[in-house]
């Protein structure tokens, strides 16, 4: 079975530091696409980036590049996205996704059950 | 960035009956689209690839269509479970969603 488990909520106040984190199992984790996809507050979903963990190709929606860093640790099946500096705006749900690959990269057709991130003082 | 609008915002309609959908894109995605169903408090799931293409377990009230900018979810006869916001998104020139139309009991 294919899962996708991310790591726990987060509380944190503007400026400090995160990462959050997605293990994939069940599946060749080098071989798919993993995605990390925002939904803020009753709001909808926001592509953030993609990478491929087989060798850690990344690319950034232009509303995020810059904003956040997503990378891969193929030894453990597991993808993450970071922020350095975190604003009040960057509280939402975060997921990660798989994503195939050739015609249909960017279809997601497994989801993680979410990062929920507050960001307050 | 290829911008998708969907419409209605809301749609309410009647158990039993059927719903359609409505999604545009800003400039042609071909049949690079999907369809996703997000219900409160759960992650979304993936319903249609390739404008009409089920994905695995989707019952086959879901049906898809169009290509180029229009495009149009159509489930057949409303189910309970299926009330529940619904999302399209464009996979051909990067990755966008629609703003997504909220499925509610009439």
């Known amino acids: 079975e294919v899962q996708l488990v991310q790591s726990g909520a987060e509380v944190k106040k503007p400026g400090e530091s995160l990462k959050i984190s997605c293990e994939g199992s069940?599946?060749?984790?080098?071989?798919?696409?993993i995605g990390w996809v925002r939904q803020m507050p009753g709001k909808g979903l926001e592509w953030m980036g993609i990478i491929y963990p087989g060798d850690s190709d990344t690319t950034y929606s232009p509303s995020f590049q810059g904003q956040v860093t997503i990378s891969a640790d193929k030894s453990i099946s597991t993808a993450y996205v970071q922020w350095s500096s975190l604003k009040a705006s960057d509280t939402a749900m975060y997921y990660c996704?798989?994503?195939?690959?050739?015609?249909?990269?960017?279809?997601?057709?497994?989801w993680g059950q979410g990062t929920l991130v507050t960001v307050s003082s | 960035e290829i911008v998708m609008t969907q419409s209605p915002a809301t749609l309410s309609v009647s158990p039993g009956e059927r719903a359609t959908l409505s999604c545009r894109a800003s400039?042609?995605?071909?049949?690079?689209l999907a369809w996703y169903q997000q219900k409160p408090g759960q992650a979304p799931r993936l319903l249609i690839y390739?404008?009409?293409t089920r994905a695995t377990g989707i019952p086959a009230r879901f049906s898809g269509s169009g290509s180029g900018t229009e495009f149009t979810l159509t489930i057949s006869s409303l189910q309970s479970e299926d009330f529940a916001v619904y999302y399209c998104q464009q996979y051909n020139n990067w990755y966008t969603f629609g703003q997504g139309t909220k499925l509610e009991i009439k």
């Open positions: 996704v798989r994503s195939g690959g050739g015609m249909v990269r960017g279809v997601i057709d497994y």
């Open positions: 390739g404008a009409s």
């Open positions: 400039q042609s995605v071909s049949s690079n």
């Open positions: 069940g599946y060749t984790f080098n071989i798919y696409w």
